[in-house]
């Protein structure tokens, strides 16, 4: 017997790939606020390397976060970033709902049915900023960690407010 009050079972989840110049993430499509070209950031002082500034966004301050910087051990030089994708804070500071991140084009959406994405055993531990490793189709993507990403920019903020 059926219960007509169960909540429908999840198929699908919309996603989006958002691309950087060491590989790829992929994010709940509904965590991408507006994608933005591509434009010189303003400085902020006292943030770590990957933060790399910050820029105006709905009358808003928002820090930007290269990828390329956070992720991986070296990052590449003279990467040609196309894109700002803005992205919904998970968990809202009163001073800070969104980030953004650079991209090297605009994020590709994506349909994830439920065996889509498979783990991805790589030894060691993830560098920060990275929960865990995944393929999709084939190709490697990383799944980031949001929560860690975001509590150290609401720090940075924090420390910028004194």
Do not use: C
């Amino acid at each position: 017997m059926s219960d007509k009050n169960a909540p429908a079972q999840v198929h699908a989840l919309s996603s989006a790939l958002i691309l950087f110049e060491g590989g790829q993430i992929i994010v709940p499509s509904n965590a991408v606020a507006e994608v933005l070209p591509y434009a010189p950031s303003l400085s902020l002082e006292n943030a770590p390397p990957w933060v790399v500034g910050t820029m105006l966004w709905q009358a808003d301050p928002i820090p930007l976060v290269n990828l390329d910087k956070l992720l991986l051990q070296q990052p590449p030089e003279g990467v040609q970033y196309r894109r700002i994708i803005v992205l919904n804070m998970l968990t809202p500071h009163p001073r800070l709902r969104y980030f953004g991140l650079l991209s090297t084009d605009a994020p590709q959406r994506v349909l994830l049915q439920r065996n889509d994405l498979v783990p991805s055993a790589i030894p060691g531990q993830p560098p920060v900023g990275v929960l865990s490793y995944a393929a999709l189709k084939g190709r490697q993507v990383l799944i980031p960690d949001l929560d860690m990403i975001e509590t150290e920019l609401v720090q940075i903020v924090r420390r910028g407010s004194r």
